[in-house]
């Protein structure tokens, strides 16, 4: 299958601030006339939204390691079927707040499980779909995991903390696994610290993006 839109996946541990930059990103772009699709993972389609309740759910702490990669490559499966690869077909710019390079960090850095049943996975469940352009959006996991308690605590109805309960080294590992992904493909990442305000990220964010969207997207700005 040809893909003649743009994807963007947004990256980072818990807590980096991904999902308030990528919301800023998709309402920038939109108001320049650019549709695009916003999506995430674990999720993105009613079936997918089901296997995210699992696999977040922090009573589903005997999920094991190998159980858990197979469902997010299940929920992948449905969401590239169902929303990336139409959405891209159709011409459009798909922003994902996360993909397959969550299940290398986590699941390989994080878990430990050996990366080539990953790759495989994953090729797998992407269907020849892979992102143009990452935005991996560093910090250090202490204050990441500090802000993504305090939401939890803030927020009502189920409480999606299955990873927020794992350890500082846990995450630790993920971010080495990030900046390990990022280092080995630069022309793919861009990376964006964390640590400014939402502002000044956003700022460094879309001033790369948007020259980073082909010729073809933005001559429609
Ligand atoms: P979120 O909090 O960004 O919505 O992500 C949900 C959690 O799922 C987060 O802790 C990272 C984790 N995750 C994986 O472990 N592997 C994956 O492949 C994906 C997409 C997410």
Request: hydrophobic share 40%; proline share 4%; charged share 25%.
């Amino acid at each position: 299958m040809i893909h003649v839109g743009f994807f963007i996946s947004f990256e980072g541990v818990e807590g980096c601030g991904k999902t308030t930059q990528i919301k800023l990103l998709s309402e920038l772009l939109a108001a320049r006339g650019i549709t695009t699709v916003l999506t995430r993972e674990p999720g993105g389609c009613p079936i997918a939204d089901k296997i995210r309740t699992i696999l977040l759910d922090a009573e589903n702490r005997a999920l094991s390691p190998l159980a858990e990669l197979m469902l997010y490559a299940a929920a992948r499966t449905q969401h590239v079927t169902e929303v990336i690869s139409p959405a891209l077909t159709a011409g459009k710019v798909v922003l994902c707040d996360r993909f397959c390079d969550a299940t290398v960090a986590y699941q390989s850095f994080g878990r430990g499980i050996d990366r080539s049943v990953i790759d495989n996975l994953n090729k797998h469940a992407c269907q020849g779909v892979s992102p143009d352009l990452t935005v991996l959006v560093d910090c250090d996991p202490a204050v990441g995991l500090e802000r993504a308690r305090m939401r939890i605590e803030a927020t009502s109805g189920p409480r999606e903390e299955r990873f927020e309960l794992e350890t500082l080294a846990f995450h630790q590992r993920v971010r080495s696994g990030y900046q390990q992904l990022a280092a080995q493909e630069p022309d793919r990442f861009m990376v964006v610290s964390g640590s400014g305000s939402i502002e000044e990220i956003f700022s460094t964010i879309s001033s790369q993006v948007v020259v980073r969207i082909p010729e073809v997207l933005r001559a429609i700005c």
